[in-house]
């Protein structure tokens, strides 16, 4: 949840920062800098850093109305995995792993799997097992003589 709030926060300082190269929009007679959004912003930062000593009945309330939204994120998202889960444990049923590509993903040990998926296909060629080609020798290679 919390990396949701730092995510949208980020996005729109990027959306803010980016300039706009729209032909519609007239030129602003007021022109604010980068500098003057960037001390705008921490002069609000101190603020709200004393807004609990200011306000200390609205940050009880804020603190306990934050835990429980993430109470019921949290409720939410494993109501979703569950679903998930059983929607595509159901899939499986009706179909073979192999095709809808979820080998492995549906709790399905290597012992369950067949022997002929065990074993080896033997599709490798000689030239595939044969080593790879060194070059020769070079001078560095060589041992002087004692």
């Known amino acids: 949840m ?3 709030l730092r995510l949208a926060f980020w996005l729109g300082v990027v959306l803010v920062l980016l300039p706009t190269v729209s032909a519609r929009q007239a030129p602003s007679t007021s022109e604010v800098g ?5 001390s705008a912003a921490s002069a609000t930062v101190r603020d709200l850093r004393g807004f609990c000593t200011r306000q200390p009945d609205a940050c009880t309330v804020g603190s306990q109305v934050a835990t429980e939204i993430g109470y019921r994120a949290q409720a939410g998202a494993k109501m979703l995995y569950d679903f998930l889960t059983e929607k595509l444990a159901s899939r499986a049923t009706k179909s073979s792993p192999d095709d809808i590509g ?5 709790g399905t040990a290597d012992s369950d799997r067949s022997s002929s ?4 296909q033997n599709t490798l060629t000689p030239a595939d097992l044969a080593p790879v080609w060194r070059g020769p020798v070079g001078p560095r290679d060589v041992k002087p003589a004692a």
């Open 2 to 4: 919390f990396f949701l």
């Open 34 to 38: 980068a500098s003057d959004a960037i």
């Open 102 to 106: 979820l080998r492995g993903s549906i």
């Open 117 to 120: 998926q065990q074993t080896s």
